[in-house]
C-alpha cells in the first residue's frame, strides 16, 4: 500500500520562504525551487543536498522514493544555483553552508530524527554541518576531497584569467545544470575541502557513502579516503563499477534503483533499535 504525500512546499512556512527567497534571487524554473514533502505520520525526515551547478530537481527522484517509504524531505537550494552562472560566481560556500543549516534547523524543529543526502558537493555541505550540529545519519553519493580537472587545484588564479569552464558535453537536461561552470566556484569549493579536512573527524554521523567508477567529474578515490577520516562509529562504502556515473540519483546511474534502495535499507536500519546489519554488506 502506497502511503499518502503531501506537498506542502508552499503550505510550510519555512519552505515556502526558501521558496520565495529562491525566486526573488531570479530562479524561474519550478522544478529549480526548494521543495518539501511529507508523508502521513511521517516521524522522520531527509535533508536533500544537491551538488555544483544543479539544483534541487537533481535530488527529485531520490526524494519520491524516500516519501514512499515513509520519510519526509526537504531539499534545499544552494545559491547561486537555478539562476545563472553568473550569479554562482559571485557566490561563496559559506553561503551554501548556511541553506544546509537553515533547512536542518527547519527539519529539526518538526521532526524527532533527521538524516542528511548529499550529490556530490553537497556531500561536503553536509559534512560541515555535521561537524557542528548532529545528525541521525548521512548518505554520500559521490563524495570527493579532489575535482578531477587537472587544473582544478589551481582555480584561485585561473578564475580572473578565464572566469568559465565549458562542461563536457552531457545528457543532463539544460534547465537544472548549468553547462558553463563558474571557475570561481571551482576556488570555492577549494576553500570549502580546505576547511574540511582538518576537521573530518569531527564528523560520528553513522554514514553510508557510494561512489561509481565512470565518474568523469571527481577523483573517486578521495571520496574513500573522505569516508576513512570521519569519526563515524558506522562506515559503509559502496564503490560501484564503469557502468556508474557521477550523478547516482538520475536514471543515467543504471543502478539508480539499487541506490535508492540501499539508502532506505540504511535510514530504516538506523530508526530502528537494536543491532546495526547492515554494515556486514
Known sequence: MTTPVADISEDDPGCRALRERARAEGVSHPENLPFML?????HLAVLLVHGFTASPQEMRLLADHLTHNGMAVLAVRLPGHGT?????????W????????EG??????KFQKVYGVGLSTGCLLLVARAQQEPFDGLVLLSPYLRVKHRLAAYAGWIRHLRPYHDAPK???????????RP????????RLVKHLVPRLASCTAPVLAINGEDDQTVEIATGQELVTKLGSSVKIYQRYGPDVPHVLTSEQN???????????????????P???????R
Open 38 to 42: 511529507v508523508p502521513e505520520q511521517a
Open 183 to 190: 571557475v570561481a566556484g571551482v576556488h570555492q569549493i577549494n
Open 104 to 109: 536542518h534547523k527547519l527539519l529539526t524543529e
Open 170 to 180: 552531457s545528457t543532463e537536461p539544460s534547465p537544472f545544470y548549468y553547462h558553463r
Open 254 to 272: 543504471p543502478f539508480f534503483r539499487e541506490n535508492f534502495n540501499l539508502v532506505v535499507a540504511f535510514i530504516k536500519e538506523l530508526d530502528e
Open 84 to 92: 545563472t552562472p553568473k550569479d554562482l560566481a559571485r557566490r561563496s
Open 274 to 280: 537494536g543491532e546495526f546489519k547492515l554494515a556486514a
Open 94 to 101: 559559506e553561503e551554501w553552508a548556511a541553506a544546509v543549516a
